[in-house]
């Protein structure tokens, strides 16, 4: 059974700083997409990375994969309040055409000015 | 263009009764998959349907059922509820699915409250 580990689950930074989040999953997936989720609020696509070393930015926030090591990264550079969010990691787990994301816990990310 | 919309928006049932969830995708999308998220367990996966058929189904038990019809909406049904039944209903859709390197977008989610 895939497990999706992401860690801190817990993270306070001050505004400016920069800090990374990471996605470890036990078995081989070449589709890993990162969500922000704000109190109250759905689910917002930050990223779909779709291939061994791809990387993607977006403002402050750049997202790597690596299939081999079965690790993702969320990097975030000089943090801002409006970051404050929890952050999910899904691994693709599907087989025949059909789609099953597997999530991680999330990271609560909390940015003090 | 129109999201996905999920109807009701909150929910509050008593134990043992049934629950109906709707969702409408995006235009033109035809996967919907349907996630649970509760404080405990997180985000996990339910079933998702692709042009009336499921697909896929997590692990979940047999009072957790859905269906998808001719418009790509989709509905949820969970029977006989259960105190632990509270949580966030999500319903994503994408064109075709994930294989096929499209994205996901989520719905705001149905809050269902069991009491």
């Known amino acids: 059974e895939l497990k999706v580990e992401q860690n801190p689950l817990f993270l306070s930074m001050q505004e400016g700083k920069n800090y990374t989040i990471y996605c470890n999953y036990s078995t081989t997936s070449d589709r890993l997409y990162w969500y922000r989720q704000d109190p109250g609020k759905s689910l917002e696509s930050l990223f779909v990375l779709l291939s061994n070393g791809a990387v993607k930015q977006e403002g402050r926030l750049m997202a790597s994969l690596d299939t081999k090591a079965r690790l993702s990264t969320l990097h975030i550079t000089a943090a801002v309040h409006d970051l404050s969010a929890t952050y999910f990691c899904a691994v693709d787990t599907s087989q025949g055409g059909s789609e099953k994301l597997v999530f991680g816990k999330g990271t609560k990310l909390t940015v003090n000015p | 263009k129109a999201g996905v919309t999920q109807t009701p928006r909150y929910l509050i049932k008593t134990r043992g009764q049934q629950v109906t969830l709707s969702c409408s995708p995006i235009?033109?999308?035809?996967?919907v998959s349907w996630y649970q998220q509760t404080p405990g367990q997180g985000l996990q996966f339910l079933f998702e349907y692709f042009s009336e058929t499921q697909r896929n189904k997590g692990n979940f038990p047999g009072r957790f059922s859905g269906r998808q019809f001719s418009n790509s909406r989709s509905e949820m049904n969970v029977s006989t509820l259960e105190l632990g039944d509270s949580a966030l209903y999500l319903c994503?859709?994408?064109?075709?699915?994930?294989?096929?390197?499209?994205?996901?977008?989520f719905g705001q989610g149905t809050r269902l409250t069991v009491v």
């Open positions: 994503a859709s994408s064109r075709m699915g994930h294989r096929i390197n499209t994205e996901a977008f």
């Open positions: 235009s033109g999308h035809r996967s």
